[in-house]
């Protein structure tokens, strides 16, 4: 008995590419860890709304858990993983809709999108903003074929999906994080989006 099809099917090399672009954004998340410059509720609502986007189930289910553990409404959490905005903050809106913006276009922004947001938040903020988005996406390129994977072992395979593709995806991280890790160190390209 086939299952849903994927929300969001990405590529070995889309995978490869957001590992790229994100380990520029680490340090801006680590350091807003100690300065709490964006409260860690803004981060997992702009984590759940690029998860509802691409429609990870295994990522679905770990930032509901931790929404939850950070005093998230039940209907909160739905909310944001549904794409309603009844529950969007009118203080991070622009946020929210850049962070969806991004997963919908696989972080094919126009930079204009990014300078409305610095205009927003500043530099600093819209950084810490970017890095999550980031961090999201590559969780969910990782959990979209796990949540497949884990829905053939039931018996319910998605209609659009193979046992080959979930596998690779899967084991890819393996041979991708320590070789895109090493040629971040020397990719002197401008990063900060996904680039044709």
């Keep these: 008995m086939e299952h849903q099809e994927y929300k969001k099917h990405y590529s ?10 994100l380990y520029k954004g680490i340090k801006y998340l680590k ?3 100690k300065s709490e410059l964006i409260d860690q509720a803004f981060i997992e609502r702009i984590m759940l709304s690029v998860t509802e986007v691409n429609g990870c189930a295994l990522c679905s289910y770990a930032h509901t858990s931790m929404a939850l ?8 959490i739905e909310s944001f993983l549904t794409g309603n905005d009844a529950y969007v903050v009118p203080s991070e809106a622009k946020a929210i809709l850049f962070a969806q913006h991004y997963a ?6 126009d930079p204009l999108a ?3 947001l610095i205009e927003e ?3 600093d903020k819209s950084h810490i903003i970017l890095a999550a988005i980031k961090m999201m996406m590559v969780g969910n390129m990782v959990g979209i074929p796990m949540s497949a994977f884990q829905s053939r072992l039931k018996g319910k395979p998605y209609k659009n999906s ?7 995806m899967m084991l890819s991280s393996i041979i991708f994080i320590p070789v895109s890790l090493i ?14």
Excluded at 183 to 196: D, E, G, V
């Design 12 to 21: 070995l090399g889309d995978y490869y590419k957001a590992l790229l672009l």
């Design 31 to 33: 350091r807003n860890r």
């Design 69 to 76: 553990k950070q005093g998230f409404e039940q209907e909160e």
């Design 104 to 109: 919908d276009t696989g972080g094919y922004v």
């Design 114 to 116: 990014y300078n409305a």
């Design 121 to 123: 938040y500043g530099e």
């Design 162 to 168: 193979s046992i080959f593709y979930e596998i690779i």
């Design 183 to 196: 040629h971040s160190l020397f990719y002197t390209k401008n990063i900060r989006f996904a680039t044709p």
